[in-house]
């Protein structure tokens, strides 16, 4: 019996494996940080035999409310991401399963690597419509790629979608891939609508270092760089400096940044309501997106979401906040689950790759709702 995780965004450190029903494991922090929750790795033992895995001490994790009512993610092709058994204890999380074949992988969530981020970037090049755009390089000296997609001309305005500036949170750039593989659909009546109103600025990956560690919620430095946009860095944050500079030479006349929550086992928006400038012009923006979005597919909800920000209180380091300030435009951060969306639940998936992409798609009903009224 063998445990590894050395290999793109694998995350575990191994207690002890000798026993099927004794396996003992711990994750690694985010580098020169407390942060700690991701985990992925690949397990060789004798199929059709139980095995029961415990990941110890995660009362101190970075969110332990996140793993009540959570189910690993397991694979035996890396391709189909199915959910398996657990139990929660406080600390310890419990794994208990029967392998069909020599070597599976686990996940807290369906991992998308490095290598499927160059694919798709690759590929989105490929259409007429879009363009990729090398802005700078990252700490651990991977490219920041933005995908350009859409032809600018005065009067059309800017879109822009941001995801995985945690890293851990894959969902953010499954919800991507959808996305574009709708927008640079040259048959898709509404794409067609979309792109002769606006232009889209799409970052897959925030976070490209981060990612390839196998952190949760830092780049290579340690740093949150859900934290650094009032004042980023070239020294700690070079991700969001490239891209707000990027911002500042296009403009933004609405910013989306996809993430994934691991608590609420739903799909939200969270606003800008706490802002300095918020007026009656964003909260009617924000008001028709979400309105269009609950009529679009029945994933998406309003009743449950973070608390509220105080008018004049909200977080200016956080993205949505400092570019919807900024930019005085409509700005959201959508939120997925790590576990399953509990208004459609699926036992044998949870919330897939498959339903992430699906959303992608219907994100673009949302934004067809308000691209006329952005300015």
């Known amino acids: ?29 985010d580098n020169q940080s407390e942060f700690y929750q991701w985990f992925h790795f690949k397990l060789e033992t004798q199929s059709f035999i139980s095995h029961q895995i415990t990941i110890t001490d995660l009362e101190k994790s970075a969110y332990p409310g996140g793993w009540q009512n959570y189910q690993a993610v397991a694979s035996y092709d890396r391709q189909e991401w199915f959910r398996v058994e657990c139990e929660f204890d406080g600390d310890t999380l419990t794994i208990a399963h029967t392998p069909e074949f020599e070597n599976i992988y686990y996940a807290y969530f369906a991992p ?10 690759s590929w989105a090049q490929n259409s007429a419509e879009c363009r990729q755009e090398f802005l700078g390089e990252t700490l651990d000296g991977r490219d920041m790629s933005l995908l350009v997609v859409g032809q600018p001309e005065e009067g059309k305005k800017a879109i822009w979608v941001t995801a995985r500036q945690h890293p851990g949170e894959t969902m953010a750039e499954w919800l991507v891939e959808g996305f574009l593989e709708r927008l640079l659909d040259e048959d898709d009546g509404l794409a067609r609508h979309l792109l002769d109103k606006a232009v889209f600025y799409v970052v897959p990956n925030m976070n490209p270092d981060g990612a390839a560690r ?37 403009g933004v006349d609405m910013f989306l940044d996809v993430h994934g929550d691991e ?13 300095p400038n918020y007026s009656n012009r964003l909260q009617t923006l924000e008001n028709s997106f979400k309105s269009a979005l609950m009529v679009a597919t029945p994933e998406f909800q309003d009743e449950h979401g973070y608390d509220k920000d105080e008018p004049g209180k909200g977080n200016l380091t956080v ?45 673009l009903i949302a934004m067809r709702a308000v691209v006329d009224i952005l300015r």
């Open 1 to 29: 019996m063998r445990i590894s995780s050395n290999f793109d965004s694998g995350n575990i450190q191994v207690i002890r494996a000798e026993d099927p029903l004794n396996i003992q494991l711990s994750i690694r922090k």
């Open 112 to 121: 998308y690597s490095y290598e499927r981020h160059l694919d798709l970037i």
């Open 214 to 250: 196998g952190h949760l919620r830092t780049n290579a430095k340690g740093v949150n760089l859900n934290r650094e946009w009032q004042a980023p860095s070239m020294e700690n944050s070079p991700e969001v400096f490239l891209v707000k500079q990027k911002m500042q030479v296009t």
């Open 263 to 275: 608590a609420l086992p739903y799909n939200f928006v969270a606003g800008c309501e706490g802002n």
């Open 319 to 363: 993205a949505a906040n400092a570019i919807g300030h900024e930019f005085d435009c409509l700005s959201y951060t959508l939120e997925m689950p790590f576990k399953d969306n509990i208004t459609l639940p699926d036992p044998v998936y949870g919330w897939s790759p498959a339903r992430c992409k699906q959303l992608g798609e219907d994100v």
